[in-house]
């Protein structure tokens, strides 16, 4: 006996599962096929039917099974018996909500000897909420949720797989950790250097995103960047892959003028970091300061500093502020002015400016605690880094404080500048927190609830880009995706259009499809397979196309999926999202809604 399964299931669906029962030869007599649910599979209407084969072969029974609506994992057995045999089939499945995390955010600031209270608003489904308290020496930075956001980002280009490592580097430094923390702190950032092999190149650079063929001069140095600070903190780093990355950036970028500012400054802090500095290099580039973006100046002072300039630096910075002039060069290279702002921080901390460093930390702490203020992933990591190298020092007394929720009580006492609690969430019901603190200094706490919103509630929205989804069948006549019929193969495609008035840069349009249809790849089994037209890039998944492209402004391009609908009952279809990735003012979002698979 045989039962199948897609590769995931959505929460609240309902789906008839094939079993198959195979006969090895003629008039076996009756057999009982049946079928058992468990966790979060529930079997609806009858678990059991009796079948008499006449002859050897294949027999198909369905069952209908609903899906409960927390995620979670869902189990099944289905069973033959008959002529004094006994077959069984056991099959595991994740249950996914099709919807993203939300996260919110109370925020409270408590002197020496304070008590004061949050209710913490329990908002999603049950069994998809958690709690997470967090208090902190130096003003909040809602670490639980920013690092979430780098973790969980599901794209995987070179810039996103660093930035999602990069701050736990130095987590277990000012956080107070437990073991289990540390090590997955580890693993993450193990695991991305492990994956810097699958970016690099013949000639010792690295590529934006894997099996690409060109390099890319941010992701090169940023690969550098990234693991110098690893190997200097005590993570294994191959030293041939350094090796090549220190002597591909010393020979094509550094000094290639036509590489821009910023990523040229950029490269000489990463040679002078991993102490192979570039000295004529910089001198020739401090004689183009005046030219030169803000962050490329403050940057390079950074450069200078670590090469043990500091009065050189201090004087390319001296009066000179983090923003930029003219707000396209916040677009340079991922850029952002949260970026320009942690890499002044940065270079103040190398020159020991305390003052002008306490007001840079104090304001991106702020923007790292407004859970309205977006940044990328770029801006995360180097916001979080800078916080955290600065908060190293900072810790002052620690923190001493007492905590209640729900009915216990915890004591978070640390030397460090952080600590966090997380709290069991069980229902839906708000939690009050009663925090005080014991300690003599100020304490800022944050409360974030994290949760997911019932499926199908998102609302469409377009900010520069419009969507535009369409069906049809092999034969190019249009049709209706609500209702297939079992078996039916169909193309989507979703068209793109830039409605904004300028280019638009490393978008991604995430389509992510109903587990009652699969997709047909067929670049599988085509070694001379190539991304469509117009997409610099294609991540085909078991159960989603992520499609990455630029965009000029009254562009459009087109992205068609081949699909099946093979399992009959009834799926929810997931919102599709189309962002640019470092530019939250340009997004698009189509709605999820319920499909139906006869």
Same mark, same amino acid.
């Given at each position: 006996?045989?039962?199948?399964?897609?590769?995931?299931?959505?929460?609240?669906?309902?789906?008839?599962?094939?079993?198959?029962?195979?006969?090895?030869?003629?008039?076996?007599?009756?057999?009982?096929?049946?079928?058992?649910?468990?966790?979060?599979?529930?079997?609806?209407?009858?678990?059991?039917?009796?079948?008499?084969?006449?002859?050897?072969?294949?027999?198909?029974?369905?069952?209908?099974?609903?899906?409960?609506?927390?995620?979670?994992?869902?189990?099944?057995?289905?069973?033959?018996?008959?002529?004094?045999?006994?077959?069984?089939?056991?099959?595991?499945?994740?249950?996914?909500?099709?919807?993203?995390?939300?996260?919110?955010?109370?925020?409270?600031?408590?002197?020496?000897?304070?008590?004061?209270?949050?209710?913490?608003?329990?908002?999603?489904?049950?069994?998809?909420?958690?709690?997470?308290?967090?208090?902190?020496?130096?003003?909040?930075?809602?670490?639980?949720?920013?690092?979430?956001?780098?973790?969980?980002?599901?794209?995987?280009?070179?810039?996103?797989?660093?930035?999602?490592?990069?701050?736990?580097?130095?987590?277990?430094?000012?956080?107070?950790?437990?073991?289990?923390?540390?090590?997955?702190?580890?693993?993450?950032?193990?695991?991305?250097?492990?994956?810097?092999?699958?970016?690099?190149?013949?000639?010792?650079?690295?590529?934006?995103?894997?099996?690409?063929?060109?390099?890319?001069?941010?992701?090169?140095?940023?690969?550098?960047?990234?693991?110098?600070?690893?190997?200097?903190?005590?993570?294994?780093?191959?030293?041939?892959?350094?090796?090549?990355?220190?002597?591909?950036?010393?020979?094509?970028?550094?000094?290639?003028?036509?590489?821009?500012?910023?990523?040229?400054?950029?490269?000489?802090?990463?040679?002078?970091?991993?102490?192979?500095?570039?000295?004529?290099?910089?001198?020739?580039?401090?004689?183009?300061?005046?030219?030169?973006?803000?962050?490329?100046?403050?940057?390079?002072?950074?450069?200078?500093?670590?090469?043990?300039?500091?009065?050189?630096?201090?004087?390319?910075?001296?009066?000179?502020?983090?923003?930029?002039?003219?707000?396209?060069?916040?677009?340079?290279?991922?850029?952002?002015?949260?970026?320009?702002? @942690? &890499? #002044?921080?940065? /270079?103040? *901390?190398?020159?020991?400016?305390? %003052?002008?460093?306490?007001?840079?930390?104090?304001? =991106? $702490?702020?923007?790292?605690?407004?859970?309205?203020?977006?940044?990328?992933?770029?801006?995360?990591?180097?916001?979080?880094?800078?916080?955290?190298?600065?908060?190293?020092?900072?810790?002052?007394?620690?923190?001493?404080?007492?905590?209640?929720?729900?009915?216990?009580?915890?004591?978070?006492?640390?030397?460090?500048?952080?600590?966090?609690?997380?709290?069991?969430?069980?229902?839906?019901?708000?939690?009050?927190?009663?925090?005080?603190?014991?300690?003599?200094?100020?304490?800022? @706490? &944050? #409360?974030?609830? /994290?949760? *997911?919103?019932?499926?199908?509630? %998102?609302?469409?929205?377009?900010?520069?880009?419009? =969507? $535009?989804?369409?069906?049809?069948?092999?034969?190019?006549?249009?049709?209706?995706?609500?209702?297939?019929?079992?078996?039916?193969?169909?193309?989507?495609?979703?068209?793109?259009?830039?409605?904004?008035?300028?280019?638009?840069?490393?978008?991604?349009?995430?389509?992510?499809?109903?587990?009652?249809?699969?997709?047909?790849?067929?670049?599988?089994?085509?070694?001379?397979?190539?991304?469509?037209?117009?997409?610099?890039?294609?991540?085909?998944?078991?159960?989603?196309?992520?499609?990455?492209?630029?965009?000029?402004?009254?562009?459009?391009?087109?992205?068609?999926?081949?699909?099946?609908?093979?399992?009959?009952?009834?799926?929810?279809?997931?919102?599709?999202?189309?962002?640019?990735?470092?530019?939250?003012?340009?997004?698009?979002?189509?709605?999820?809604?319920?499909?139906?698979?006869?």
């Amino acid at each position: 006996v045989q039962a199948a399964l897609p590769r995931t299931l959505s929460v609240g669906e309902t789906i008839k599962v094939p079993v198959t029962v195979i006969t090895m030869k003629d008039n076996v007599g009756s057999v009982k096929v049946g079928i058992k649910a468990m966790d979060k599979l529930q079997v609806i209407g009858n678990d059991s039917v009796t079948i008499n084969p006449k002859e050897s072969g294949q027999y198909v029974e369905y069952f209908d099974i609903k899906v409960a609506d927390v995620p979670g994992i869902g189990r099944l057995t289905a069973t033959a018996e008959g002529a004094g045999d006994k077959s069984t089939d056991k099959i595991e499945i994740d249950v996914f909500n099709p919807n993203p995390s939300v996260t919110r955010l109370q925020s409270v600031l408590l002197k020496g000897g304070e008590t004061k209270e949050l209710k913490a608003r329990i908002f999603g489904i049950d069994g998809s909420n958690s709690l997470q308290v967090e208090l902190s020496s130096i003003p909040s930075i809602d670490l639980g949720s920013r690092l979430a956001y780098l973790t969980e980002y599901p794209y995987g280009c070179i810039e996103q797989t660093i930035s999602g490592a990069f701050p736990q580097i130095y987590i277990d430094k000012i956080v107070e950790c437990d073991e289990t923390t540390k090590a997955k702190c580890v693993r993450h950032v193990t695991a991305a250097i492990n994956r810097m092999q699958s970016f690099r190149l013949s000639d010792g650079s690295m590529s934006y995103w894997p099996g690409n063929k060109y390099a890319s001069s941010f992701g090169t140095v940023y690969a550098l960047h990234f693991l110098q600070e690893a190997e200097s903190n005590g993570y294994a780093v191959p030293s041939d892959l350094k090796g090549s990355l220190i002597s591909y950036i010393s020979s094509n970028i550094v000094n290639d003028t036509k590489e821009g500012w910023y990523i040229r400054t950029y490269a000489a802090y990463a040679l002078a970091a991993a102490g192979k500095p570039q000295r004529s290099a910089m001198n020739n580039l401090r004689s183009s300061a005046n030219k030169m973006p803000h962050n490329a100046v403050w940057m390079l002072a950074a450069a200078y500093a670590c090469d043990g300039k500091k009065p050189v630096a201090q004087q390319l910075v001296t009066g000179l502020a983090y923003t930029e002039n003219n707000s396209s060069y916040y677009y340079d290279y991922y850029g952002s002015e949260d970026r320009n702002m @942690a &890499v #002044a921080l940065k /270079t103040d *901390i190398l020159l020991g400016q305390n %003052e002008e460093a306490f007001k840079l930390a104090s304001s =991106l $702490a702020g923007r790292l605690n407004d859970s309205e203020h977006y940044m990328s992933t770029q801006s995360t990591s180097w916001a979080l880094c800078t916080v955290f190298e600065y908060a190293k020092n900072m810790a002052g007394d620690g923190i001493n404080a007492k905590l209640d929720a729900a009915g216990k009580a915890y004591k978070l006492s640390t030397s460090k500048a952080l600590v966090t609690q997380q709290i069991p969430v069980e229902g839906t019901s708000d939690i009050t927190l009663k925090i005080s603190n014991s300690g003599s200094n100020t304490v800022y @706490a &944050v #409360a974030s609830s /994290t949760g *997911i919103p019932p499926a199908g509630e %998102e609302k469409g929205y377009s900010k520069g880009i419009l =969507l $535009a989804v369409s069906y049809e069948d092999l034969n190019h006549n249009t049709i209706r995706p609500d209702t297939l019929s079992r078996g039916t193969s169909f193309i989507e495609t979703v068209t793109v259009t830039n409605n904004s008035p300028k280019l638009i840069k490393d978008i991604a349009l995430a389509r992510r499809f109903p587990s009652g249809w699969e997709i047909n790849n067929d670049r599988v089994y085509n070694d001379n397979a190539s991304y469509p037209a117009g997409l610099t890039y294609q991540d085909i998944r078991d159960d989603r196309v992520y499609s990455f492209f630029d965009l000029g402004a009254g562009n459009s391009v087109s992205v068609s999926t081949k699909l099946t609908a093979t399992y009959p009952g009834k799926f929810y279809m997931p919102a599709i999202k189309c962002e640019a990735m470092y530019d939250a003012d340009l997004t698009a979002l189509y709605p999820g809604r319920w499909i139906d698979i006869e």
